[in-house]
């Protein structure tokens, strides 16, 4: 378990912040988070928001989620959510 805090990408509305969730290769969702604000905005871009979480505070959000797991650092295979306006 990681001591130092994550940078764990959220969706922001008008009234709250909601983990955002992804799809591993096979189709498994999962939470992602980082070790620093540089390596989030290098896979996700400098408009995601995100919060600071230690890794004990982001499992206890996931898990109630059945079959969720952690990925820490992805390597760029995540593509860049798509904008869109109502």
């Not at 992602?32 to 919060?51: C, E, H, M, N, Y």
């Not at 230690?54 to 952690?70: C, F, K, Q, V, Y």
């Amino acid at each position: 378990m990681l001591e130092d805090p994550l940078y764990v990408p959220v969706r922001r509305s008008t009234f709250s912040l909601a983990l955002r969730l992804f799809r591993t290769a096979a189709g498994k969702r999962t939470a992602v988070a980082f070790t620093s604000p540089l390596r989030l905005k290098k896979v996700l871009g400098g408009d995601q928001d995100w919060i600071r979480l230690s890794e004990p505070a982001l499992r206890s959000m996931i898990n109630d989620l059945s079959g969720i797991g952690i990925v820490i650092d992805p390597a760029g295979t995540t593509s860049r959510p798509i904008s869109r306006t109502a």
